[in-house]
Structure formats: structure tokens, C-alpha cells
């Protein structure tokens, strides 16, 4: 990736700078977006969470000033979804900087069922789009979009939304620390040593001033006993490192813990169905309806493999069929 112009390399600093000044309990609010609106140029600027399981929204943003659905018809995004090019290239695990010509040119485009039953009716025909690494039952993508007749996003486009997205995630979980500590906050009198968060206040010196008793119990589970108010060792080098996140994994339970400011979030949680990555990317698929070869298509690995990872997920669920599977896949996911 060739270098920004310094006055580019500029301007994305102080995006970065003014977007952790602008976000909330959500990362990419309406003025984060007009932010990065005036970094890139776009007629629209979108943040979308979906739950591709399930088909539903989860979270929609777009700037005050963008009217993207005033003029679309009632066509959900889901009878689309198959013909949209970049999201099945970020739903595969790709989740750089995309543009929509990358893989249609423009008259390719207007001629296809995506351009006259989404993009058209919006008034769109260029998007630029990045990934912010999820699973891929709940994607989260940022979109930029220009009406039709403007000019396509440049390279200099993509590379100034391929080196935000680092920032873009750590935006992302840093919104998540402060809606969970929000949460922990509110139970934290009241809360019970089985609860599966906990906070820990740090005092100026680094030393506990408070803890929950959900906290202290899970630290003496996952970490070790704290003495007195100092922290236990392998908390307190964490810390130390500056590294943004804590996981300590114990079986099919796994403790992960985040720094805000001076408060320490601790949220335990299973893995889903004890399945490994790759095995739950699969699952997901197949709970979409994909076949076999269709998910190896979209992985690009051999439907072999996805057989192998299939027999692999069956044993660790204790079923014998893909519609069982499924099933107890949707049951983990409302855990």
C-alpha cells in the first residue's frame, strides 16, 4: 500500500482524534460519520450491524443530513444479499477497504438485479465499504455511497478507510467497554458473586479501591486471588503491557477483561457450542441455507473441507443432521 500525501496523513489523525472525542456508548454516532463524510466525500455515510443468522438489524447510522431510504422500496436487504459483491467478500473474512467496481463496472452494474431493486431507487451507483472484524453472524460494516453520475471512490479512497479500520475497531470495542461498564455499574450494589460481570475501580496507585463481588470472583476463578487491594500478578502485567484486552480461557468458559480509563470491566462468557472459529464461520452458512459447496465457494476451501469441519462441529453438538446443528447453533447465539 502506497503512502497518503502528508496533508492526507493529516486529516486522518485528527479524524481519529475528533472520532474518540465524538463517540458515545456507540462508536460511530451521526457526527463521527459527518466526520469521516468530510475525509472522504460520499452523498451518504452509513455504520450497519446486522445479524446475517437471523436476518434482522441490529444498529443503523447515517448522518443527520443523508436520506438513503426516503426514496427505496420496500425490499429487504436480504433479497439482495447474495448479489452484493463486497459483502460477500467481508462475510468470507476479507475485510479490507471494497469498492462495488472492483467487481462490476459501471454498465455491468445498472444492468443488474442489485442496481434496480437497491442501488437505483436510493439514487446510488458507487459505494466504498469496510469491514470491521466480527463474526459472521453479526457483520459490522461501514459504507460510503455516491449518487448516481459522481465520479467512483479513488485509490486514495480505499487506503485512507484500509488504515482506519484498525481504529475503527478499537473505536468499536472501546464503545462496547463503556455500554458494558454502564451495565456493571448499574448492578454493582446489587449484584450477585454469580453474576457473569464484574468492575473493578483502580485507585491512583494502580491498587484496588473497588470491586464487585461478581469481580472478585471471577479473578480468583480465572486469575488468582487478589491480596488485600493489590491486583493479582497476571492482572497487574496486563496492565502493565498496555495491551487493550485480557483473555484467560478455562475450558469452554473464557474470562475476557477491558480497561476503561480506571475501571476494569470482567465478563465471562462461553464459547459458542465450544466450536472453533473456522467450525462456527461454517455454521453460520448452513444456517443461511448454504450448501456444502456453496459455503466452499464462499470460504475458498475445498467442500471436502467443509464436510470435515461439519462431521467435527456434529461430534462436539452430540447430533447427527445440519438441521439439528442449526438449531442448537440459534440456541447458543440467545445465551
Not at 442496481?115 to 459490522?140: C, D, N, Q
Not at 479500520?165 to 451495565?183: C, D, N
Not at 467443509?306 to 447430533?319: D, I, S, T
Request: charged share 30%; glycine share 6%.
Amino acid at each position: 500500500m502506497s503512502a497518503l500525501a502528508p496533508r492526507d496523513a493529516e486529516r486522518v489523525l485528527r479524524f481519529v482524534a475528533d472520532a474518540e472525542e465524538l463517540a458515545d456508548d456507540h462508536a460511530f454516532t451521526p457526527a463521527v460519520l459527518e466526520e469521516l463524510g468530510r475525509l472522504i466525500p460520499a452523498d451518504d455515510v452509513t455504520y450497519c450491524e446486522l445479524d446475517r443468522v437471523r436476518k434482522r438489524g441490529r444498529l443503523l447510522v447515517s448522518r443527520s443530513t443523508d436520506d438513503w431510504d426516503v426514496d427505496t422500496p420496500d425490499v429487504p436487504y436480504w433479497e439482495i444479499a447474495a448479489d452484493y459483491p463486497t459483502c460477500r467478500y467481508h462475510e468470507s473474512g476479507d475485510f479490507r477497504a471494497l469498492k462495488l467496481s472492483d467487481f462490476l463496472s459501471l454498465p455491468a452494474l445498472r444492468k443488474s438485479r442489485l442496481y434496480a431493486l437497491w442501488f437505483k431507487p436510493a439514487g446510488m451507483e458507487r459505494e466504498l465499504s469496510v469491514a470491521i472484524p466480527s463474526p459472521p453472524w453479526h457483520t459490522k460494516t461501514l459504507m460510503l455511497d455516491r449518487e448516481i453520475g459522481a465520479r467512483d471512490f479513488t485509490e486514495r479512497d480505499r487506503r485512507v478507510l484500509d488504515l482506519l479500520q484498525p481504529h475503527f475497531a478499537r473505536l468499536s470495542r472501546s464503545a462496547e467497554t463503556r455500554r458494558l461498564l454502564r451495565a456493571a455499574l448499574d448492578s454493582a450494589d446489587s449484584g450477585s458473586e454469580e453474576d457473569a460481570r464484574g468492575m473493578v475501580i483502580l485507585a491512583s496507585d494502580g491498587r484496588i479501591a473497588f470491586a464487585s463481588p461478581a469481580a472478585r470472583r471471577l479473578l480468583r476463578d480465572y486469575v488468582g486471588e487478589s491480596r488485600g487491594a493489590d491486583l493479582p500478578p497476571a492482572l497487574a502485567d496486563w496492565l502493565e503491557s498496555g495491551a487493550p484486552v485480557l483473555t484467560h480461557v478455562d475450558g469452554d468458559r473464557r474470562l475476557r477483561v477491558r480497561r476503561d480509563g480506571d475501571a476494569l470491566l470482567l465478563e465471562e462468557k462461553r464459547d459458542v457450542l465450544g466450536l472453533t472459529a473456522r467450525e462456527s464461520q461454517i455454521l453460520a452458512w448452513v444456517a443461511r441455507g448454504k450448501t456444502n459447496r456453496e459455503v466452499a465457494e464462499l470460504l475458498w476451501i475445498a467442500p471436502s473441507t467443509v464436510r470435515k469441519h461439519l462431521e467435527n462441529v456434529y461430534a462436539k453438538l452430540g447430533v447427527t443432521t445440519r438441521t439439528a446443528a442449526v438449531a442448537r447453533f440459534f440456541g447458543a447465539l440467545d445465551d
